[in-house]
């Protein structure tokens, strides 16, 4: 379910509450079984590394260019476009499904 920057992905047993104000970051894991919560500290969901080698490593900032539309999605999939433009421009895809 998306309201905003907040996405919260559920299911029967979990849910997992997403950022996406300034490139897509966690926020929250909680357990419906047990009841506990989880701050994740708004880490970013995903990074990475690039270069070549000998060289210092560049990590690109990502920003969300694509991402499910307000309000429930149909089977509880969630896919995010996020993109760099720097050192070049690229695209990743991340899709969560319940």
């Known amino acids: 379910m998306r309201a905003g920057n907040?996405?919260?992905?559920?299911s029967p047993s979990f849910s997992l509450t997403l950022d996406m104000a300034d490139g897509l970051h966690a926020e929250q894991w909680e357990n419906k079984l047990?009841?506990?919560?989880?701050?994740?500290?708004?880490g970013a969901e995903v990074g990475f590394d690039i270069g070549l080698p000998g060289q210092s490593l560049t990590t690109p900032q990502l920003t969300v260019t694509?991402?499910?539309?307000?309000?429930?999605t149909a089977g509880?999939?969630?896919?995010?476009?996020?993109?760099?433009?720097?050192?070049s421009s690229?695209?990743?895809?991340?899709r969560f499904l319940r």
Not at 6 to 10: A, H, S
Not at 34 to 42: A, D, P
């Open 34 to 42: 047990t009841g506990r919560k989880l701050v994740m500290g708004h």
């Open 76 to 87: 509880g999939e969630a896919v995010f476009e996020l993109t760099s433009r720097e050192p």
């Open 6 to 10: 907040k996405v919260v992905l559920q």
């Open 90 to 94: 690229g695209t990743f895809r991340r």
């Open 66 to 72: 694509k991402a499910p539309p307000e309000g429930r």
